[in-house]
């Protein structure tokens, strides 16, 4: 399978986009297999280079007009020999070129380049295209606005283009049959962990981590909905896919939706699918995810994030296993397990009317709470040994070291944005380091090197004036005070680090009456 997401991060393919925009015109749109788009273009906070495709992407079914473009193509090279399709889109007289991904002889989806006009367009056929938007909503400014930014391309311009789209094309076969030679690597590094500290493809020996995957072997057998709870970047979706590939839909699909991702019309077409004339444009049934993964697993991620109207019709499928896709008169029926998961507080909202009750406990039959990263402290180690060896061997390179101190300043972050955070942050050390084995604590990110250092004493208010045991007895009051929370009161762990016994920092901590059990019993 192709990871489209990491496509627009490649810097050859992001330069071919800045060339398709500067020279042509057009937006670089990716889609997969299954025809659905797989670019950026669907975000919710996308901004759009192209003038027509903002435009009509603003449409009411601006989606759906792009969407059927990208069924009739995929349907003909699919099918036909044809490497590049060069074709006219909904909107008449605007064109799109688009190239098929083949990897081993299976088609895995396309690249196309959108929209222009040729140097041979009319002026009455310019009004056409006005008065298509127009008759889909479109501002007639808007319409007129749109159609003059669209690029005119000679028969020669649109050769190049061609040529490009195919070498984009190109960079996507090569990079994904690249990866997946490396992941097999990847695998067989990975085994080396052994199973003790790894459920699937998550890791770690903490305690908390050991009773997550007791509890997902439990539920290995169930068909029940799970609600799965954590920050963001603390693994939610890998969860999602342990219950699904040790359960007995195993052998069918297991579709991911990031719920937040989407508006609500959008997310309606994704999940549910529409029938062929339920808008203008829909020349063909297109299905959605649930009927997609029929007999399989449907992940919903940031299910907080959706509208009481979606939840509603979500309820429903969970109730009765139906659904109704767009412009349809009769429900159709789904077997399907729901994941879902969520970094908000789901009760909180359900307070403040922002979530359904009902809804709530659907998919709370099963609950799994990811700790953060900072309360299995102990993974630390084991997760940056696996990142390391695995970013090592992407790079064909020997397995680096962690050097002692580098490891400290590590194991002393509070890692905010949990595991993502860290594999990033190892990544980044991996590259930096360069020839070198030994991985030095001067290549960390700043943020990481600048946290527990102590401010400047000119900086702290002490007093500099005096005698000198005052003085130093203030020094020491207040390095004790600021220790002990940031060791949250873990004395022993203080007392190793100011380089004294345990004994004599309780002594210390009862001198200048820092003990914050002995102010709570006080009523302070």
């Known amino acids: 399978m192709i990871n489209w997401q990491e496509m627009g991060n490649l810097h050859v393919i992001s330069k071919l986009e800045e060339i398709l925009d500067k020279w042509f015109g057009t937006e670089l749109i990716y889609t997969d297999m299954h025809y659905k788009m797989r670019s950026k273009h669907i975000e919710k906070d996308y901004v759009f280079k192209n003038h027509f495709f903002k435009v009509q992407m603003a449409l009411s ?221 829909a020349i063909k049934d297109k299905q959605g995810f649930f009927e997609t993964a029929n007999g399989g697993t449907l992940f919903l991620d940031e299910i907080g994030d959706t509208s009481l109207s979606m939840q509603v019709k979500l309820l429903r499928v969970l109730q009765e296993g139906t659904y109704m896709p767009v412009g349809a008169d009769a429900p159709r029926r789904t077997d399907v397990r729901i994941l879902a998961a969520t970094n908000k507080d789901l009760k909180a909202m359900m307070a403040k009317g922002e979530f359904r009750e009902d809804l709530y406990y659907r998919i709370n039959v099963i609950n799994v709470n990811l700790p953060s990263l900072r309360e299995r402290h102990e993974d630390i180690p084991v997760l940056m040994d696996h990142f390391l060896k695995k970013r090592c061997d992407e790079a064909g390179m020997p397995i680096k070291q962690f050097s002692k101190k580098c490891m400290e300043k590590m194991l002393d972050y509070p890692w905010p944005g949990n595991v993502r955070e860290l594999q990033n942050e190892v990544e980044r050390l991996v590259v930096l380091a360069g020839d070198d084995k030994m991985i030095t604590p001067d290549l960390l990110s700043q943020r990481i090197l600048d946290h527990g250092a102590a401010p400047a004493v000119a900086n702290r208010g002490i007093n500099m004036s005096g005698k000198l045991k005052d003085a130093l007895e203030e020094l020491e009051a207040m390095m004790i005070r600021e220790g002990l929370k940031r060791c949250n009161f873990n004395k022993s762990k203080l007392a190793k680090e100011l380089g004294i016994s345990r004994a004599s920092l309780i002594m210390k901590v009862e001198k200048y009456d820092l003990d914050k059990r002995v102010k709570k019993a006080a009523g302070e």
């Open 61 to 281: 079914h601006g989606y759906n007009f792009i969407a059927q473009d990208i069924e009739r193509f995929s349907d003909h090279l699919q099918t036909s020999q044809d490497k590049t399709f060069v074709f006219d889109s909904f909107f008449k007289h605007v064109k799109c070129v688009a190239t098929k991904v083949v990897i081993d002889g299976e088609f895995l989806g396309c690249v196309m380049a959108y929209p222009f006009v040729l140097n041979t367009i009319t002026a009455d056929e310019e009004s056409e295209i006005v008065k298509q938007l127009v008759e889909c909503g479109a501002i007639e400014a808007d319409a007129k606005s749109a159609v003059a930014h669209l690029k005119r391309l000679s028969s020669f311009d649109v050769e190049y283009l061609e040529e490009l789209v195919q070498l984009v094309a190109g960079e996507v076969e090569t990079f994904t049959t690249e990866i997946s030679k490396r992941e097999e690597r990847i695998q067989a590094l990975n085994s080396e962990l052994g199973t003790k500290y790894r459920y699937h493809t998550m890791i770690g020996k903490s305690k908390q981590m050991q009773k997550i995957y007791q509890l997902l072997e439990k539920i290995s057998n169930s068909e029940s909905s799970v609600l799965i709870n954590g920050e963001n970047g603390t693994g939610k979706e890998l969860v999602a896919k342990a219950v699904h590939y040790y359960s007995p839909r195993k052998d069918c699909q297991f579709l991911a939706v990031n719920c937040s991702a989407f508006n609500d019309n959008l997310l309606d077409s994704e999940l549910f699918g529409h029938v062929k004339g339920a808008f203008t444009g």
